[in-house]
Every structure is written in C-alpha cells, then in structure tokens.
C-alpha cells in the first residue's frame, strides 16, 4: 500500500472516528423527562410577560447536542408522583379529634416557567425529591382543613374539603414549579365514635328506603 493511500485511510477512519464521536453527543430523555444542559444561557417568558435569562437551557422530551467542552447535561423526571397522605389526630373545629386519610397525585408542570422553577428544587432529588415536598406541604394543609372543619361538614362535604386544600396548596406547589393533578379524602374516622353516631340515622333511612 502506497504512503498515500495509508494517509488517506487513516483519514477516513479518523473523520469517521469523529463523526461517531459527535454523535455520542447527543442526549436523549424520554416524553416524561426534562433535559437540562448547563454551560449556555437561553431565556424563557415569566408569568408577568416579561423575559428573565438563565443559565442553562432545556427541553421536554426528545434529543439535543450537548458540547462536551462546555456543556453538561441532566435528566429530571416530570412524571406524576401519587402520594397519600395520613394526619395523626386533629382536632377539629367542633373539637372533635379526628384521623383523614387522603390521596393527591402532583407533576412538574410543563410551562416553561415552571420547569425554570423545579430545575431550583428538584433537579438532583427527582421524583423522590418531588414526593418529600408536596407530602410536606400536602400534611400541613390537609391538618389546617379538618381544623377548619366540623365533624358533620366533613363527613357530608368531602367535595369540599377537597376544594379548600386544593386552594391552599396551588400557590405553594406552583412556587416551586409544581401542579396538583388530583385530590381526594379516602376515609375520615375517630376514637370516640362521633362518626359512627352521625352515620347511623343515614344508614337507617336508607334501609326504611
């Protein structure tokens, strides 16, 4: 083989070398994941209108080049996380103390902003991350409503004692990026059988029916 054609060949391999190499460059997340890649800045529209820069850029889903000299790039989950949520004894408005057991499911909300917001709080903890804080928040709220609450108000109106942690949490989910999907009071019960004494009339009417 002639110098030439040995100078060629290994120009081949190594154009092709490198060709393989950029594409190794590329990340890829799935429909439910964020990619986060740090080392440029991009700009994303606050919820006032206005334009904030940041220092780093990413997208929902899909692929995109990331420079491995300048660049490093992070996956965080935007699925939804489902929780139940379990008070201790509350006491409620009427002094009745009183044991809720709930189910919420909450996500990363997909606006920009939002994601801009959980990439602050979430980005290294993930899911696990997710499900600690609104648990959290979720507790609290949740023991603040059945204080609110009498015992007859929430055994009748479960829809609305949904509504109200609902209202009292959107604003603190939403500050650190977050949305809840879905909420609902699974059972209510107590150590005194308060709740056992307002059912019965119900159960007998409906059996007389």
Excluded: C, H
């Excluded at 008070?87 to 044991?99: A, H, N, Q, R, Y």
């Excluded at 606006?111 to 917001?117: G, H, Q, T, V």
């Excluded at 609110?148 to 939403?174: I, K």
């Amino acid at each position: 083989m002639s110098l030439s054609w040995l100078i060629l060949l290994i120009a081949v391999v190594a154009v092709a070398a490198f060709i393989f190499w950029m594409m190794k460059q590329y990340r890829k997340v799935g429909s439910n994941e964020v990619l986060v890649v740090s080392g440029r800045k991009s700009v994303i529209m606050t919820p006032d209108g206005s334009k904030q820069e940041i220092g780093y850029r990413f997208r929902i889903g899909g692929s995109s080049f990331v420079n491995p000299f300048t660049e490093q790039a992070s996956a965080m989950p935007i699925g939804v996380v489902s929780l139940t949520i379990r008070t201790p004894e509350v006491l409620s408005k009427d002094g009745i103390p009183i044991v809720a057991e709930s189910s919420a499911q909450v996500k990363i909300d997909a606006n920009e902003y939002s994601i801009f917001l959980a990439t602050q709080n979430f980005l290294t903890g993930g899911s696990d991350a997710v499900r600690e804080v609104a648990q959290t928040v979720l507790e609290g709220k949740v023991r603040e409503t059945v204080g609110s609450m009498t015992v007859t108000e929430l055994y009748q109106n479960r829809a609305e004692f949904g509504e109200r942690v609902y209202n009292a949490v959107v604003r603190d989910l939403a500050s650190m990026g977050l949305v809840m999907l879905s909420f609902a009071l699974k059972d209510i019960s107590d150590t005194q059988g308060y709740l056992d004494a307002l059912s019965k009339p119900i159960v007998a009417a409906a059996k007389r029916d």
